[in-house]
């Protein structure tokens, strides 16, 4: 099964349910095979491959959800065409980056905010207020101050 169409904000994306690779070599930015099996049936994420210009190469970001939205149903909505911008209202945008702990110097895989993208911007503020974030080191516990979804791998 490859991805499927959805339409958030009047923008089309291709949005991959759990347990569906996103196909390997199709020169997508920040994708990395090895993260997407590793992530494809995480419980809080799932994949979305959006384009923001003609011109420009498709781009690899996580949809996050906190707050316990069922994301099996989230899946089937989708599959069946009846997913709506009123579903992911409690999704943020995320990218994988690597992120240096200011502690402990700990290099960690991480899944970051994207504030500077044009998806949710309207809104942005309330999703910021109502997500939950990752705000300590995996390492050292230290304080993290940027918008952190989710860590992926740390030493």
């Known amino acids: 099964m490859d991805g499927l169409t959805l339409t958030l904000e009047g923008r089309p994306l291709t949005y991959f349910p759990a347990g569906v690779p996103v196909p390997a070599g199709a020169g997508?930015?920040?994708?990395?095979?090895?993260?997407?099996?590793?992530?494809?049936?995480?419980?809080?994420?799932?994949?979305?491959?959006?384009?923001?210009?003609?011109?420009?190469?498709?781009?690899?970001?996580?949809?996050?959800?906190?707050?316990?939205?069922?994301?099996?149903r989230l899946d089937e909505k989708v599959a069946d065409g009846t997913a709506a911008d009123e579903d992911v209202r409690a999704a943020l945008l995320g990218e994988a980056q690597s992120v240096v702990c200011p502690h402990c110097a700990a290099v960690i895989r991480a899944i970051v905010v994207d504030t500077g993208h044009p998806l949710f911007a309207s809104d942005r503020g309330r999703r910021l207020r109502e997500h939950r974030f990752r705000q300590e080191c995996p390492v050292c516990g230290g304080h993290l101050s940027l918008y952190i979804l989710e860590v992926i791998d740390a030493p």
Do not use: K, Q
């Not at 994708?31 to 011109?55: I, Q, Y």
């Open 28 to 72: 997508i930015a920040n994708f990395d095979e090895n993260e997407d099996r590793a992530l494809a049936g995480h419980p809080r994420l799932r994949r979305v491959l959006m384009r923001l210009l003609p011109s420009l190469p498709v781009l690899y970001y996580y949809l996050h959800f906190s707050d316990g939205t069922d994301l099996h």
